[in-house]
C-alpha cells in the first residue's frame, strides 16, 4: 500500500521546491480569512457564529470553570495520571536546561553591553482536538512556557456539540500549569486568542499544533502576534539498513500515519528485502488498528519506500526533505547522528521509536514540518522569551567610537544620526 519510489521520482515527488504543493488549499485559506476578519470586527458574535458553525454547539462559558478542572480529576483513572506526571517530570528535566540568565559583558573599562531575557507576558497555546485528544501536547505546549515565566497561558481546545472538553485535558493542563482552558477550537480560536472578544484577552504570542485550518490562521495572524511555526501534518523518515526488523520499521511508519490522512511517512533502506517485508508489515499491521483508514490512505497518497544504493544516499535524501522525525534503525545507528543536517527530532536505534519522543523522553513534539526544519527548530524555552540587547557607553567611550560612527553616518548620509554623536562632544 506504500509506493516505491527511486531516489530520483522520491525528489521529484516530495523535495521539489517546483512540485512542491502550496501549503494551504484556496477553500481553507477564504474560510480561515473570513473567520479572522469577522471576529476581530464583531467579537463574540462572530465566535459564537463559526463555534456553532464548526464544532456543533456554542458551550455555556468559553472558560472551563474552577470546578470543572477539580471534577475533571476525578474522572481520570489513578495510572493514566501517573503517566503523565512521569512524562511531564521527564519534559520539565529536559526543557530546564534550556533555561538562560540575562547577561551583562564588560567590553572594555568604560563600555557594557549584553542582553536582558524576560518572559513574554501572555502566550495562547492551541491543543487540536478535531480528531483525537492530546493531553501529551498540553504538556508539550505549557511545560517550556511555565519554565520561562510566561505570566499568563491560557489554553484553547474545540469543545464538541458545546460540551465540556475531556477531563484528560483539564488534568493535564492543570500537571503543566496552565492557567485558563477556553472550549474554542479551529480558526475562530486563533482569531479569539489573536483580536480578543468582548469576553477574551487577546494574547501576545500563540503556539501549537493543528489541522490547516489552525495553521493557517496563525500564518495569518502572525506580525499582530507572534507564532513559533506552522506546523503541518506529521511526518516520519526512517532510514534503514539489512538489520532493521521490519515489524518495527511498519509500527513506526503506521504510527505516523494514523494522526492524519495527511500525515507522511517514508522509509529508505539499501536492502530491497527489508522494504518488501515491510510493506506486506504494514498491510497486515494497519489491518489490526482502530484508526486504519486514516492510516491506509496516508500511506497511500503521502507515503513512500525508496531503495537506495547507499546509507550516504539516504541522509542526503534526508537532509534534503528535513523531516519532522527522523529514525535511524541501522547497524551501529548513534554513529550515524553526526550524518544529520535537517531534522525536527531524531530518535536512534530499533529500541527508539518515536513515540517515546512523543509521550515520555523530554524532548518537545511540536517540531518544524513540511522541509521547515531546514531553518527552525522545535518549540523550547526560547519561544516564550524575549531577548533585550543593552549598551552602556562613558563619554571617553563615545570619544573613542565617533570617528568611526560618524563616517559610516555620513555614507548613509544620515547627518542626524552623525551629529547625536557630535552633540555630546563639542563642550
Ligand atoms: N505537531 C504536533 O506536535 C502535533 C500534535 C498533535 C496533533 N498534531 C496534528 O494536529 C492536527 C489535528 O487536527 P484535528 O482536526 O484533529 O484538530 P484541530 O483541533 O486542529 O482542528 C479541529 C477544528 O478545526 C475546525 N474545522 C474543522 N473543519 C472545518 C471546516 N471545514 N472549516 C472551518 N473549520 C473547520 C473546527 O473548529 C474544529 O474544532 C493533525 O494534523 C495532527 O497530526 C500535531
Ligand atoms: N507525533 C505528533 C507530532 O508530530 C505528536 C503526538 C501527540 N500524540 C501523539 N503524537
Ligand atoms: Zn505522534
Partial sequence: MIPVYTPEQFVEAFISRKTKKQAFEDGVMSTVKEVLENIRNNGEKALKEYTLKFDGGIPENWEVSEE??????????????????????NIRKFHSKQLQQSRMMEMTDDIISGQLFRPIDRVGVYVPGGTAVYPSSVLMNAIPAVLAGVREIVMATPARGGESITPILSVAADIAGVHKIYKIGGSQAIAALAYGTEEIEPVDKIVGPGNAYVAAAKSLVFGDVGIEMIAGPSEVAIIADETANPKF?????????EHDEKA????FSTSERLVEETLVE?????????????????????GAAVVVNSIDEAFRLVNELAPEHLEIQVENALQYLSKVKNAGSVFIGSFTPEPVGDYFAGPNHILPTSGTARFSSGLSVDDFVKKTTFVYYSEEALRNAAPYIEKIATEEQLDGHA???KVRLEQ
Wanted: aromatic share 4%; net charge neutral.
Fill in 68 to 89: 470543572e478542572r477539580k471534577k475533571a480529576w476525578e474522572q481520570v483513572p489513578d495510572e493514566l495520571i501517573e503517566a503523565l506526571k512521569k512524562a511531564a517530570d
Fill in 419 to 421: 551629529r547625536a554623536v
Fill in 264 to 267: 507522511r511517512a517514508f522509509i
Fill in 282 to 302: 504494514v498491510k497486515r499491521q494497519c489491518a489490526e488498528l482502530p484508526r486504519r483508514e486514516i492510516a491506509e490512505v496516508s500511506l497511500m497518497n503521502e
Fill in 249 to 257: 520499521v511498519a509500527a513506526d511508519l503506521i504510527a505516523q500515519a
